[in-house]
């Protein structure tokens, strides 16, 4: 028998990915007011985006991976099996959020505390954190539908 090492990859993508929900929904990946750390969105999570971004990202621009969860799914199902298909969804839908809201999101939210060198992000200034990390998603984005390989 085969180790199929789609399975324990799609187990932590899937980790990665509620851990971004959880972040991007309330801007913390605590539970509760006194800011426990739950196993399943523990920020050791987000640790897997060090290789899932730049891999994400350099398929999309590449040409061989669609920027849509369900297409990518369906191509990698097809070609490697459902766990790669489980896989690529999730880091799919994974990359897409970090591409257009979250890393706004965390910037904001993990600034202040952690850097306290300098005086928090002015809350009229938030709204522009975002609208940079919309339209740098969707350069991304547009050059991996276009095909035109990023200058």
């Known amino acids: 028998m085969q180790f199929d090492w789609y399975l324990p990859a799609a187990v932590v993508a899937f980790f990665t990915l509620i851990t971004t929900l959880k972040l991007t929904l309330t801007s913390r990946v605590t539970v509760g007011p006194e800011k426990k750390i739950l196993f399943f969105f523990h920020p050791i999570w987000l ?7 730049p891999f994400v990202i350099g398929k999309y621009l590449g040409g061989t991976m669609s920027p849509w969860p369900v297409t990518a799914f369906h191509y990698s199902m097809d070609k490697e099996g ?3 298909g489980v896989l690529t969804a999730l880091a799919t839908t994974t990359v897409d959020l970090w591409l257009f809201w979250t890393t706004a999101t965390a910037l904001i939210t993990f600034t202040q505390p952690m850097a306290t060198a300098y005086p928090p992000i002015p809350r009229e200034m938030h709204k522009y954190f975002h609208l940079v990390n919309l339209i740098a998603g969707a350069f991304v984005i547009y050059k991996a539908l276009t095909g035109h390989p990023a200058a």
Do not use: H
């Open 47 to 53: 640790g897997a985006l060090v290789v899932e971004v």
């Open 82 to 84: 459902l766990w790669a």
